[in-house]
Nanobody, 126 residues
């Protein structure tokens, strides 16, 4: 499985940005795809994830981004997107996309994801 994140950049507070994650090699055993982020001096944290169940998917969001960030997936193109709106300086971080087979209760646990992209920097200025 390979993942490649892109779309980061430098924006002002209140702006929007869309991150993309190109995937290859995913199989039907993949249960979740998600985004995590790591700010300078902080541990990597959960941002959002899609729980994959057959032809359906269910979104999960960290409280800090709920209502501002939206996950979507384009199956045909093997792409996952994170639409980020109303960005805040505290959203500044390196954003990573990941895929794995967590159980649902562990969907926010980064240790449940076996495959990771290289990360894309998002910087939000005040």
């Amino acid at each position: 499985v390979q993942l490649q994140a892109s779309g980061g950049g430098l924006v002002q507070a209140g702006a929007s940005l869309r991150l993309s994650c190109a995937t290859s090699g995913l199989t039907s055993s993949t249960r979740a795809m998600g985004w995590f982020r790591q700010a300078p001096g902080k541990e990597r944290e959960f941002v959002a994830a899609l729980w994959l169940s057959g032809s359906n998917s269910y979104s999960h969001y960290a409280d800090s981004v709920k209502g501002r960030f939206t996950l979507s997936r384009e199956n045909v193109m093997n792409m996952m997107y994170l639409q980020m709106s109303s960005l805040k300086p505290e959203d500044t971080a390196v954003y990573y996309c990941a895929a794995g087979r967590p159980i649902l209760s562990q969907i926010r646990n980064q240790n449940s994801y076996a495959s990771w992209g290289q990360g894309t920097q998002v910087t939000v200025s005040s």
